[in-house]
């Protein structure tokens, strides 16, 4: 080990900062820095609340079937809407955990706000089985098709839903499903698409192998429908945030262009766990051995995604 020379062959200056050198050399001082064990921590990720427009009250809900959609599938769908409902049926207790459950926990930020609850229910229902605008899409298109069954001003939300022989833009490529509105008229509009045979991989996963990433084996589905379970996992994905965040100025985390929500916060989250090609742990059942979180009227079972929790800034889940 080298030493330093003697402070006598240097000027009082020099000798001074020398000494100073060895010394920090030879100590666990640490000067500009702080010590391993204190190093800054960022703060929790947080949805923050812009002001804006909430969806409060009574909101009805439209659909619009565009293309075939077999009465199975759309009894998969209406059931779902239903079972958000605090008492889906007067003489009917749903199991838990329950989809009205998970519906409580997007309450949370209506109360937050000072708003009042979100009643969701189930209004008209149409169907364009002929494809009356073509089976290929523009996205100006799908704000056409939700006027259909919602007139502007009506206060209500539509749902649009493709079959899975429709291309919308942007579909597969960039999203499966998004939601939107028109403040001019006060409308607000959900679109989400079959992507059974489109890309079942990206839009139905984990009930089909993901394109990228551990090839884990699929779950089962648990209304044995790769296409349609996975279009409710959209449809309440969006539904979340479309109640919170209908008009770009509600609750939301970066950039109004490109927001993360209450639920696409925690995307590929479904129950404890989780992490990126697992969904966590989910309950199966003993009959068809589909995986579920969540169960709504007529015992019917979904699989439904985690909430982003204002209060503990984590992912929670029912499960």
Same mark, same amino acid.
């Given at each position: 080990?080298?030493?330093?020379?003697?402070?006598?062959q240097?000027?009082k200056?020099?000798a001074?900062?020398l000494?100073?050198?060895?010394f920090l050399?030879?100590?666990?001082?640490?000067?500009g820095?702080?010590k391993?064990?204190s190093?800054?921590?960022p703060?929790?990720?947080?949805?923050?609340?812009h002001?804006g427009?909430?969806l #409060?009250?009574?909101? $009805?809900v439209?659909?619009?079937? %565009? =293309?075939?959609?077999?009465p199975a599938?759309?009894?998969?769908? !209406? +059931?779902?809407?239903?079972?958000?409902?605090?008492?889906?049926?007067?003489?009917?207790?749903?199991?838990?955990?329950?989809?009205?459950?998970?519906?409580?926990?997007v309450?949370?930020?209506?109360?937050?706000?000072?708003q009042?609850?979100?009643?969701?229910?189930?209004?008209t229902?149409?169907?364009?089985?002929?494809?009356?605008l073509g089976?290929?899409l523009?996205k100006?298109?799908?704000?056409?098709?939700a006027h259909r069954v919602?007139?502007?001003n009506?206060?209500?939300l539509?749902?649009?839903?493709?079959?899975p022989?429709?291309?919308?833009?942007?579909?597969?490529?960039?999203?499966c499903g998004?939601?939107?509105?028109?403040r001019?008229?006060?409308?607000v509009f959900?679109w989400?698409?079959?992507?059974?045979?489109?890309?079942?991989? #990206?839009c139905?996963? $984990?009930?089909h192998q993901?394109? %990228? =990433?551990?090839?884990t084996p699929?779950?089962v589905?648990?209304? !044995? +429908?790769v296409?349609v379970?996975g279009m409710?996992?959209n449809?309440?994905?969006?539904?979340?945030?479309?109640?919170?965040?209908?008009?770009?100025n509600?609750?939301?985390?970066?950039l109004?262009e490109a927001?993360?929500?209450?639920a696409?916060?925690?995307?590929?989250?479904?129950g404890?766990?989780?992490y990126?090609?697992?969904?966590g742990?989910?309950?199966?059942?003993?009959?068809s051995?589909a995986?579920y979180?969540?169960v709504?009227?007529n015992?019917r079972?979904?699989l439904?995604?985690?909430?982003?929790?204002?209060?503990?800034s984590q992912?929670?889940t029912?499960?």
């Open positions: 080990m080298w030493k330093l020379m003697g402070s006598s240097f000027s200056p020099v001074r900062l000494v100073l050198l060895q050399l030879t100590s666990n001082v640490c000067i820095a702080k391993l064990t190093l800054y921590q703060p929790p990720m947080a949805l923050t609340y002001g427009t909430l #409060q009250g009574d909101l $009805p439209s659909i619009l079937w %565009y =293309g075939n959609f077999s599938q759309k009894s998969t769908v !209406a +059931d779902f809407l239903l079972s958000l409902k605090n008492n889906p049926h007067k003489n009917q207790k749903t199991a838990k955990p329950s989809v009205t459950q998970w519906w409580n926990s309450e949370t930020y209506m109360k937050k706000a000072g009042k609850p979100t009643h969701v229910f189930l209004s229902q149409l169907s364009d089985h002929n494809c009356s089976k290929t523009k100006s298109q799908i704000s056409e098709l919602n007139s502007p009506s206060g209500g539509s749902l649009v839903l493709t079959a022989d429709v291309a919308v833009e942007g579909f597969c490529m960039s999203n998004f939601h939107d509105s028109n001019k008229s006060n409308s959900i989400v698409g079959n992507s059974a045979t489109q890309c079942p991989g #990206q139905a996963w $984990p009930f993901p394109i %990228y =990433g551990p090839q699929p779950l589905a648990p209304n !044995a +429908d296409g379970d409710v996992v449809i309440a994905t969006l539904l979340a945030g479309t109640v919170t965040n209908p008009f770009a509600g609750y939301y985390l970066g109004a927001p993360l929500e209450v696409s916060a925690c995307t590929g989250v479904y404890k766990g989780a990126p090609g697992y969904a742990e989910l309950l199966v059942d003993s009959s051995g995986s979180n969540a709504g009227v015992g079972k979904y439904l995604p985690a909430l982003f929790d204002p209060f503990t992912c929670e029912i499960v």
